[in-house]
Every structure is written in C-alpha cells, then in structure tokens.
C-alpha cells in the first residue's frame, strides 16, 4: 500500500465549513433580538422577589411595609431601601390597584394588592399581588 499525502481541503469540507459560517451569520442577529425580553423578565423577577421579601419582613417584623413606583423616573423602591432604576430594555413601569403607585404589605401577611406592570418595546410582564394573602404571582 502507498500512502499518499493531502494537501488542501476537499469541496465538500469547504462547502460544510461555509454552511456553518452562514448559519451562524443568520442567527446571531435572532439572538440578540430577543435579549430585551430577557432582560425585561429578568426584572419582572427581580421585582417579584422584592415584593414576597417585603411580605415576608412584614410579618417578621409585624409592621406595615411598602413597595412603591415612581413612573416618571422609570425606578421603584421599597421599605428601607435606595431607589433602583429600570434597565434600559423596561420602557414603561405601572400599577393596576386602588392605591396608586404602591402595595402595602400589613403584619397579618395580607396586602393592599395590586399588579405591577413592566412594558417594553415588544414584550410586557405583570406581577401580581394578591390582597388577601399577599401572595405574589408572576415575575
């Protein structure tokens, strides 16, 4: 047997090796599309963990604690704690209760309820918090 030695790539190596370039070239735009909505549920999160923190500090500390927005500086802050700014991909921040821009959470573990609504350029999320147990849903 003779062994012959290669130099070079076959047409069908260079032609896998072009698939791949183009796929990748295609969907590294898709991905970074879709990060605001990432981003954005990555704070709906954020904010429904602070709101359980504060029910639970409530009832620890058997004392009213608040969560509250401020729409026109695009942040929220609750009991005891600096004002947080919204990330660029959250547009918009609103609530849906009776109280305005704040949910109230009361030693008893119940609350003055509420939604908090975060909107972006092509995606929303809502965290709700219920006013008889406090209990919070969404984020």
Do not use: C
């Amino acid at each position: 047997m003779t062994s012959r030695s290669k130099a070079g790539f076959t047409l069908i190596e260079m032609l896998v090796v072009l698939a791949i370039i183009a796929l990748a070239a295609t969907a590294l735009p898709m991905l970074g599309a879709g990060l605001p909505g990432v981003r954005l549920r990555a704070e709906a999160d954020r904010i429904a963990s602070v709101l359980r923190d504060l029910r639970d500090a409530a009832i620890r500390r058997d004392a009213t604690t608040a969560f509250l927005i401020d729409p026109a500086a695009r942040s929220y802050t609750a009991t005891g704690t600096a004002p947080r700014g919204l990330p660029a991909s959250v547009t918009r921040i609103g609530m849906q209760n009776a109280g305005g821009r704040s949910i109230q959470f009361f030693a008893d573990g119940t609350s003055t309820g509420g939604t908090v609504i975060l909107s972006g350029i092509r995606s929303s999320a809502a965290i709700h918090v219920d006013w008889l147990t406090g209990a919070v849903h969404g984020g």
